[in-house]
């Protein structure tokens, strides 16, 4: 862990000088690109406990609410014959529905690439919603009816919130609980980030009631800029 935090502070400060491009104009299209020492997804390790870059990209359609986008990392599912790539495809619509309650409805579309011949196919789409309440929190949602190509069911709920502490810090927790075919299982995590010049430096940890090499309990260093 030691080794991921050091090179997660290694490739930022080798690519903060990118941030200077970021345009400050307002524009439909917007972009991020970023480096984690983890990639934690749901209580879960995806890149095997390594360092993981990460970018994407998003549309929005004008004032509309809709807007669609993509977003990549790599990967280790410990399988020496497995995927090294994901890549989410997304679609959704984003509204306030008063000045306090906001709603978000988006179909993901989970790929993933660079697996051997013979493999199989574990791309799937969940739908995810999310609803959240002005400085008390946001419920969201998950459900898919095939994870990981396996005709399973899997929903996802989690609850969580942010809170500006002055001086652009920002403390985030939140709790989620997954319910599958394959069984329920608890995560959780809470963390706190710092905007500086553009670029958003995480501290956060990650943990679940799960056992296995993969369950988090980590401590993650991310650094994300974006224009």
Sequence with gaps: MQNNLKAAVLAALLLAPAAAFAQDAESNFSWNAGVASDYVFRGIS????????????????????????????????QDTTGPKGEVDLYVGYNTDITDNVNFDVMLTRYTYHGSDAGYGNIDYNELITKVGLKDVGTLTVGYTNDYSNSGENVTYVNLGNSWDLGGEYTLNAGFGRTFSDFGDYNDWNVGVSKSFKGIEFGLNYYDTNLEGPRAADAVVLSMTIGG
């Design 46 to 77: 995806q890149s095997n406990r390594d360092i993981a870059f990460q970018a994407g990209v998003d549309y929005a359609f004008g004032d509309s609410g809709f807007y669609a986008g993509a977003w990549g990392s790599n990967v280790d599912f």
